[in-house]
């Protein structure tokens, strides 16, 4: 059992910058991919960004890509979003995402996932 949760969520300004954290009660955190993903109210859960066991391939949404930025901590079980440039588009409520697997191969399917964390909320002001 992976359990997940999430903080770093909050208010912020368009443009400015927001750093989200999840953190894992696993032992074998580095068998496991990770990944990022949103919802906004009415729509469905969207993937952001995912990153491989080791934490040597990451993968971005085209919306996000040059803006965000994910990261792991395999010693801490860790993985955190750094966002920057926000804009009021990326509003949502973030989702961390476990996927247990060795392969460096990464989904955007939201029932690959196996584990989910409770979610932050992110709110961008224009």
């Known amino acids: 059992q992976v359990q997940l949760v999430e903080s770093g969520g909050g208010l912020v300004q368009a443009g400015g910058s927001l750093r989200l954290s999840c953190a894992a009660s696993v032992r074998t955190f580095s068998s496991y991919a990770m990944a990022w993903f949103r919802q906004a109210p009415g729509k469905e859960r969207e993937f952001v960004a995912a990153?491989?066991?080791?934490?040597?391939?990451?993968y971005y949404a085209d919306s996000v890509k040059g803006r965000f930025t994910i990261s792991r901590d395999n010693a801490k079980n860790t993985v955190d979003l750094q966002m920057n440039n926000l804009s009021p588009d990326d509003a949502a409520v973030y989702y961390c995402?476990?996927?247990?697997?060795?392969?460096?191969?990464?989904?955007?399917?939201?029932?690959?996932?196996?584990?989910w964390g409770q979610g932050t909320q992110v709110t961008v002001s224009s």
């Open positions: 995402g476990a996927r247990y697997t060795r392969s460096d191969s990464y989904t955007r399917l939201v029932r690959e996932y196996n584990y």
């Open positions: 990153i491989s066991w080791s934490g040597g391939t990451t």
